[in-house]
């Protein structure tokens, strides 16, 4: 099975706009709460200099994957994929969503009923599970815009 | 075990798909399709899985000092066949349901279609193990 015009696939830099796309997802989600905090820490001229372990030491990147994990999962279900490419993609983007945005939750619940809390395995935990959102979503996107010029041809 | 552990590899891994899907996007589909034409994919998919989630384990395993189990180490080789095996299942599904419709331009869709199932087929049996072990560790913790 050949594929029909796949030449119409060969590499322009449009492919990399992905790049461009989880770029400021990275940098509306992550970049600006530590640009606003040292702005915030300036303006009140503390000397505070928190880096992103800092702020977001309780697992708040995990807010941020689920977002992502979201909007990825409409695209998902707007495509003209089959229903069953559509089931398998949301369902791994969902459960990775929900795991990443679950280590905020455990990490609130744990400090607010006294159980042992770690702030250094609550950033681990969060900063891979993000990687791991961010990276699903950024390749899910690629196939998601290969597959619209597939449609085109 | 946590979830956390075999995170970041697993999002090396993607992130290793997509940088070819980007740079070779005719090169790489094309070995792709052509290894699962000759029915090699699987067997490959399922070689590079189960080793890279033993490794996965038994780094995880020498890093807090503990003893690999059996019964997590039978799951991280048997799973991901099991896994694989079913969504090669439900691929052959897709392609009969693209190709039986009207469908304008079927056979490139399907090539798609082989390309995104093979992405999540991977990602399913890399993470499923690990999933089933943590649950299995919930469990044994609520048990005991």
């Known amino acids: 099975m050949v594929a029909l015009g796949i030449h119409e696939l060969t590499a322009d830099w449009t492919s990399a706009k992905w790049l461009l796309w989880i770029s400021l997802y990275a940098g509306f989600g992550i970049v600006l709460p530590r640009v606003m905090t040292l702005a915030w820490a300036h303006q009140h001229h503390m000397p505070m200099r928190p880096g992103l372990k800092q702020i977001f030491e309780h697992g708040e990147l995990g807010l941020v994957s689920l977002m992502l994990a979201i909007s990825v999962i409409w695209d998902l279900q707007k495509s003209e994929y089959t229903s069953y490419t559509v089931a398998l993609g949301s369902v791994f983007l969902a459960l990775t969503g929900i795991m990443a945005g679950a280590v905020w939750v455990e990490a609130y619940c744990r400090r607010f009923s006294g159980i042992r809390f770690t702030s250094e395995r609550a950033w681990r935990d969060s900063r891979n599970l993000a990687l791991l959102v961010f990276s699903l979503a950024l390749v899910t996107e690629i196939l998601l815009d290969r597959f619209v010029k597939v449609t085109a041809l | ?144």
């Open chain 2, 1 to 144: 075990m946590r979830l956390a552990d075999p995170a970041a590899m697993l999002a090396y891994v993607s992130l290793l798909f997509g940088l070819l899907l980007v740079f070779f996007p005719i090169s790489f589909p094309k070995i792709v399709l052509h290894n699962w034409q000759s029915a090699r994919l699987t067997p490959i998919m399922i070689l590079f899985t189960v080793s890279l989630n033993l490794g996965l384990y038994l780094k995880v395993t020498y890093q807090r000092s503990a003893r690999p189990g059996i019964l997590a180490s039978a799951c991280l080789g048997s799973v991901p066949v099991f896994v694989l095996a079913g969504l090669n299942l439900l691929l052959q599904a897709t392609i009969a349901h693209t190709l039986a419709g009207d469908i304008r331009n079927a056979p490139a869709r399907v090539d798609e279609e082989i390309l995104a199932q093979t992405f999540f087929a991977m990602i399913a049996a890399i993470f499923a193990p690990f999933l089933l072990i943590r649950l299995g560790q919930q469990f044994h913790k609520n048990n005991s």
